[in-house]
């Protein structure tokens, strides 16, 4: 269990929205101090949220977060984009530069605030996931939030000796400005992100934060064809 009263909380891509709703719940909930972190940080009016500088693609700047933030306990590895590359693109540039926010990124942040979360107890690092991690129909977006579930698996099992909680939130559709184009039913981003602190307040090492998040983890124990029945093929049984 990690508690979020008296915590101090980083939250990437703290602009978006999602990560606008971890600063504004993390306070709700009590927490002594939010590091709400963006590339160009905007000021918040809260003494306690202390805006700070961070493009996670860029070490440097990583690495001089980590160096102002050292008393950090829970880290929400939000930050994330779409930009719409897909794995059979000639030109692999955008599908590389996903990779370097959605994967390399994330995991460069866990990396550099691992010692503080050591040195403050443990705490917890939340990685922002999706329900795109366990089906590939998101293309290349799918394919760098998969990488990064396994990734969190590994993540879970390293920092577990120095009792840092490592959890993986998966969420479908929701009302942020990345999905703005989506003609879709979306969840609220502030049920998500209730669902997630009081995931990592009850120790959850996953936070499944809807209906489609469930129903797609429980197909990966079935036939590949119950997620996929597109390569069922036409008049043949599912």
Not at 10 to 22: P, R, S, W
Request: charged content about 15%.
């Amino acid at each position: 269990m990690v508690a979020i009263e008296g915590s101090v909380v980083l939250v990437t891509g703290a602009n978006g929205g999602l990560g606008t709703e971890f600063v504004r719940q993390a306070l709700d909930r009590g927490a002594a101090k939010v590091y709400a972190s963006a590339r160009t940080p905007k000021e918040w009016g809260d003494e306690r949220i202390v805006p700070l500088a961070l493009d996670v693609t860029d070490p440097a700047s990583v690495a001089a977060a980590a160096a102002a933030a050292g008393d950090v306990t829970i880290v929400v590895n939000n930050a994330g984009a779409s930009n719409g590359a897909r794995l059979g693109d000639t030109d692999a540039k955008a599908l590389r530069d996903l990779f370097d926010v959605n994967l390399f990124g994330a995991i460069d942040v866990a990396n550099a605030f691992t010692p503080a979360l050591a040195a403050n107890g443990g705490g917890a690092l939340l990685n922002v996931l999706s329900v795109l991690s366990w089906i590939g129909i998101g293309d290349g977006y799918s394919a760098t939030k998969a990488a990064l579930w396994s990734a969190t698996n590994t993540q879970r099992l390293e920092l577990a000796g120095q009792g840092t909680l490592v959890s993986a939130l998966h969420l479908g559709y929701t009302d942020t400005p990345m999905t703005a184009g989506v003609d879709a039913p979306k969840n609220d981003p502030a049920d998500v992100v209730a669902q997630a602190y009081d995931g990592l307040a009850a120790g959850d090492f996953e936070i499944l934060a809807d209906d489609v998040s469930r129903l797609v983890k429980a197909g990966l124990a079935g036939p590949i064809e119950g997620l996929y029945p597109q390569l069922v093929p036409a008049g043949a049984d599912a």
